[in-house]
């Protein structure tokens, strides 16, 4: 694919051009453009929106709207991903956001990136109960296990299912994902990694499954 239509790409996300990023994507794809590769320039563009929103050009509509387009992007891309992945799998990830966020952004992307690279992804949602992580665990025996969370009131929520996790018998690692995150929170909720990159995300997840 050529640079000027991942730029039009780009810069379609980063206006909030809704209809105009979608023509682009389908354009792509159907054109055998790398989904990675797609996902990669969306994320530019999603960059740039949080730029302008910190620059006080975009309102908290726009990052909303900049997540919507992004949600849209990956209905049109997953499929293509399962297609070219059909049996290949790399691992089962058990995914979700803690109760008391609902934030998912981060996670959408994680789990194309995963999905993208052969691993089975289930995600839980957001907002989701420490008993329905350590139920779902305990159900399906993932890998690996990824908690997301933005906020900083959802550090206590991570903690709160790692030990639920851990009290229902489940030992596999436990990563935990978020803007905000650092060492000594990862040490506080009891989990085995931190990131606060969902490409990172992606580089522990391949590490664990080797």
Not at 111 to 123: A, I, K, P, R
Request: proline residues 3%; contains cysteine; hydrophobic residues 40%.
């Amino acid at each position: 694919m050529n640079r000027d239509t991942r730029a039009e790409l780009i810069t379609a996300i980063a206006e909030l051009q809704e209809e105009a990023a979608l023509d682009l994507v389908r354009q792509r794809l159907a054109d055998g453009d790398d989904p990675l590769q797609i996902v990669e320039d969306c994320q530019a563009g999603l960059m740039k929106v949080g730029e302008r929103y910190e620059q006080g050009e975009y309102f908290l509509a726009g990052l909303v709207m900049g997540g919507e387009i992004f949600r849209q992007v990956m209905k049109l891309v997953e499929p293509v991903v399962e297609r070219q992945l059909s049996g290949d799998d790399s691992g089962y990830i058990l995914l979700g956001t803690v109760q008391g966020d609902i934030h998912s952004l981060g996670k959408m992307i994680l789990s194309l990136l995963l999905s993208c690279n052969g691993f089975t992804v289930d995600d839980l949602g957001v907002d989701v109960p420490p008993a329905q992580f350590a139920a779902r665990a305990k159900e399906t025996s993932p890998d690996v296990i990824a908690l997301s969370g933005l906020l900083t009131s959802s550090y206590e929520s991570m903690r709160e299912t790692v030990r639920a996790l851990r009290e229902t018998g489940i030992t596999v690692p436990i990563i935990i994902g978020g803007g905000q995150l650092s060492a000594g929170v990862c040490e506080y909720v009891g989990a085995d990694y931190w990131t606060t990159d969902a490409v990172d995300g992606l580089e522990i997840c391949r590490r664990l499954a080797d």
